[in-house]
């Protein structure tokens, strides 16, 4: 099946600082990629849909300026954490489709641990 | 509100039993749903799909059943295996843009041996 990557796995930093994550689509083209984020215990929760070539979608309650969302290719998406603090610690997701405009499975990324100190 | 609903946070079968997983959703125009399969710090992998035009896909030992009427899914899986233990998420989607997937608030799974 269709390959999403993302990187780093696992990061720690201060806060106050902010931190990238990346989302790549390792063997296919994908203008759209889906940011998740999953609490303890809990389900995954949409952040946004990140657009190619545009600005990304968040969905209701995920502020677009502490979450910046860039798909600057058809194979990366980046989601960054603005001004990180500790209630921003996670496990963040991206996935993306491999079929455009269509139903189809979604293939996740290995998701980033973000501990925020 | 939650659109998709695991009403069981966790069950517990024995190994060689079957599994039975439930999923409840509120909105009617979801026609599209998915079942993954969730290990602790890695992302879902896909399992099996069913979309609304059926009420059974079978693939292997896992059987998604939809019932649309009571806006009701459920994953079987026999027989249950040990490997089989994890975090289970139903996701649904409509037909909207983009397709995004609603995802339910996940089922663990312990397989006894």
């Known amino acids: 099946g269709a390959v999403v990557s993302q990187h780093p796995s696992r990061v720690i930093c201060k806060s106050g600082t902010s931190v990238k994550i990346e989302c790549r689509s390792l063997?296919?083209?994908?203008?759209?990629m889906f940011w998740y984020r999953q609490f303890p215990k809990q389900s995954l929760m949409l952040m946004a849909t990140?657009?190619?070539?545009?600005?990304?979608?968040?969905e209701q309650g995920v502020e677009k300026d502490k979450f910046l969302i860039n798909h600057a290719s058809l194979t990366l998406s980046t989601l960054t954490v603005t001004s990180a603090h500790p209630e921003d610690s996670s496990f963040y997701i991206c996935?993306?489709?491999?079929?455009?405009?269509?139903?189809?499975?979604?293939?996740f990324g290995e998701g980033s641990r973000l501990t925020v100190l | 509100d939650q659109q998709v609903k695991q009403n069981s946070p966790s069950l517990s079968v024995q190994e060689g039993r079957i599994s039975i997983l439930n999923c409840d959703y509120t909105?009617?125009?979801?026609?599209?749903f998915l079942w993954y399969k969730k290990y602790p710090a890695e992302g879902p992998t896909f399992l099996i799909s069913?979309?609304?035009?059926?009420d059974k896909n079978e693939d292997g030992r896992f059987t998604v059943f939809l019932n649309k009427s009571a806006k009701h899914l459920s994953l079987h899986i026999v027989p249950s295996q040990p490997g089989d233990s994890a975090v289970y998420f139903c996701?649904?989607?409509?037909?909207?843009?983009?397709?995004?997937?609603?995802f339910g608030t996940g089922t663990r799974l312990k397989v006894l041996a």
């Open positions: 996935s993306a489709r491999d079929q455009e405009g269509a139903h189809g499975e979604l293939f």
């Open positions: 996701a649904a989607s409509g037909t909207s843009g983009t397709y995004k997937y609603i």
């Open positions: 069913i979309s609304s035009i059926k």
């Open positions: 063997d296919f083209q994908a203008t759209t």
């Open positions: 990140s657009n190619e070539g545009s600005k990304a979608t968040y």
């Open positions: 909105n009617s125009m979801f026609d599209y």
